[in-house]
């Protein structure tokens, strides 16, 4: 059987419920010969304020702070607001990010934490513009692999799972997608084959 990339993908989306919205989407993919490539996209007009009940979910992955349509408040200036705009490269309608994500996950094991959460949702945009998803049905969540790893009852979040593995961890960046694809990456590598943490930084640069 051939060996199959694996992708390490995280998303930031505008809230919990079933008809959430992506607004950025990162994903780490590696081949088998240890050949790695990044993507990341924020995604334009994906929030609509008026449809939401609260902003929770949107303050959870700093869209006020990060998202080129999004950048607001006391904390952000408007010289910072137009240079997060000028210099986002990856700000994409979503027609473009979802055929983008279709091809970069195609015949590929997604892995992540919760990743039935982020698969999901992509396979949302996904059909929303349309796409549909090729990635491989067996989806690899490094939390739930490392609760049978070491006997723990439940999953204990990504943050929890990594510093139980020693793995360094910046709270200042976590529910950042690209971060988070990262740190998911690294809890992978040290869960499934017992990479020392601090060779780990390694195999996503």
């Not at 060996?3 to 994903?27: F, K, N, Q, S």
């Not at 010969?33 to 990044?38: E, F, S």
């Not at 996209?41 to 902003?55: E, G, M, S, W």
């Not at 739930?144 to 999953?155: E, H, I, R, V």
């Amino acid at each position: 059987m051939t060996e199959l990339p694996i992708v390490a993908l995280d998303v930031e989306t505008d809230g919990l419920a079933p008809w959430r919205h992506v607004w950025e989407v990162a994903m780490i993919k590696r081949w088998p010969d240890g050949h790695v490539k990044r993507r990341h996209y924020f995604i334009r007009d994906a929030v609509n304020l008026a449809r939401l009940p609260d902003l929770t979910g949107l303050r959870v992955g700093g869209y006020f702070e990060r998202h080129p349509q999004g950048v607001r408040g006391p904390s952000v200036g408007a010289h910072e607001a137009e240079r997060i705009l000028s210099a986002c490269a990856s700000f994409r309608p979503a027609a473009y990010v979802a055929e983008k994500v279709m091809d970069f996950t195609f015949d590929a094991y997604l892995v992540g934490a919760n990743v039935a959460f982020d698969a999901a949702s992509l396979e949302r945009l996904l059909r929303g513009h349309e796409c549909a998803p090729g990635w491989h049905y067996r989806l690899i969540d490094v939390e739930t692999y490392a609760a049978g790893k070491f006997g723990w009852p439940y999953p204990r979040g990504l943050r929890g799972t990594a510093e139980q593995l020693d793995i360094d961890v910046d709270g200042t960046k976590t529910h950042t997608a690209m971060y988070d694809a990262e740190l998911a990456m690294r809890v992978y590598d040290a869960v499934y084959h017992h990479v020392p943490a601090e060779l780990v930084e390694e195999a996503v640069s």
